[in-house]
């Protein structure tokens, strides 16, 4: 083997040494975004379940405030005549 064969032969096998590594880091590297990203998939579908379930509550509010609100006009219209008998009553 000649001076430059083995100089190409020990240059080849260190680039090819290299590259191992590299896509050995490259392949720990994408793991760990993998992992990331199923977590944060996790976390938005769990944020996606409240939020439904917020929502779900948001109408069962906004349903009883439509309950209360006509009991409320209910009532006072029922204190308007009320305050009018008693008016009525007081005046001579």
Do not use: C, W
């Amino acid at each position: 083997m000649t001076e430059i064969e083995r100089t190409l032969t020990d240059t080849l096998s260190v680039l090819e040494r290299e590259l191992r590594q590299a896509q050995e880091v490259q392949g720990t590297i994408q793991a760990s975004q993998q992992n990331a990203l199923a977590t944060h998939l996790n976390t938005l579908n769990h944020l996606q379940e409240q939020i439904n379930s917020i929502l779900i509550q948001q109408h069962g509010f906004s349903q009883h405030l439509k309950r209360l609100t006509i009991v409320y006009k209910k009532l006072k219209l029922l204190l308007n005549r009320l305050n009018d008998i008693i008016d009525r009553r007081q005046d001579p």
